[in-house]
């Protein structure tokens, strides 16, 4: 399974899967139905299945338009989204399965971002390689999503899923964020080398024009603030007492940066 990674709109990016020996292709939401045709057409490939991680319009705008030209392909979504994703033919739950060629995935449900909101999590398909995460806006490479239908504590939950999965676990998130996001753990998390590290990196490729995701699970384990809500030193800087409070006062300080 290839991953193509298309920039569209201002920051996002739609995943388009790829069988070669199949000639088939899926594609993680298409929040435009242009360059998936378009990349389709260059590929060969016929389309499948549309997966879908919740109802934003940045993430399921061109579903109508690729339905009607593959009416037979199968349009996969939450359960809890249940009228919101157009052309949604599946409903899934935690630890469903779907597949693409001969390959599988894990569904997770990770509600925060939205309530509905799912995570597709293909595990390698030997050992050695790595694993892919299709995780929507819940995580983000250096963040998270905005809590804009949940709680902190059903996010944290959600993050902890995710933060289960091997470290060589390759993050495939929604968005180009991670510049932004990266400045604001350095300012929360001073004394972090990875960190430090990390954003040199990013701001280097940035510069370049060059795309930050995939990022890689290990890496957002030692250096994403929304993953590391048991941290004792963000507990500190936060002033919380707890995790949840942590995590909380996390994502309040970020919606305000
Ligand atoms: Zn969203
Ligand atoms: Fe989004």
Redesign the pocket.
């Known amino acids: 399974m290839q991953v193509h990674r298309l920039p569209v709109l201002s920051d996002?990016y739609i995943f388009l899967l790829h069988d070669p020996g199949q000639t088939i292709a899926a594609v993680v939401d298409p929040a435009e139905a242009g360059p998936v045709l378009r990349k389709l057409e260059e590929l060969g490939a016929t389309l499948v299945a549309i997966f879908n991680t919740h109802h934003?319009a940045?993430?399921v705008g061109g579903n109508a338009k690729l339905l009607q030209r593959f009416p037979d392909m199968v349009v996969y979504g939450g359960a809890k989204d249940r009228g919101r994703i157009p052309g949604q033919q599946v409903f899934l739950q935690e630890g469903d399965r779907v597949s693409f060629g001969d390959r599988s995935a894990e569904v997770f449900f990770v509600p925060g971002h939205t309530r509905a909101h799912i995570a597709y999590y293909f595990a390698p398909a030997h050992p050695n390689e790595m694993g892919d995460l299709f995780c929507g806006?819940t995580l983000f490479a250096g963040g998270c999503g905005r809590l804009f239908e949940g709680t902190p504590t059903q996010m944290v939950n959600s993050l902890s899923k995710l933060r289960r999965l091997p470290d060589q676990t390759r993050v495939w998130c929604?968005?180009e964020y991670t510049l932004k996001n990266l400045q604001f753990a350095l300012m929360i998390d001073r004394d972090n080398a990875n960190l430090h590290r990390r954003f040199a990196e990013v701001r280097a490729a940035r510069s370049r024009s060059e795309a930050t995701i995939p990022s890689m699970l290990g890496v957002e384990k030692r250096t994403n603030p929304f993953l590391r809500w048991d941290d004792l030193g963000l507990r500190a800087a936060t002033k919380a007492e707890n995790d949840i409070q942590t995590f909380a006062r996390l994502r309040g300080m970020k919606d305000r940066f």
Do not use: Q
């Open positions: 996002n934003h940045d993430h806006d929604a968005h």
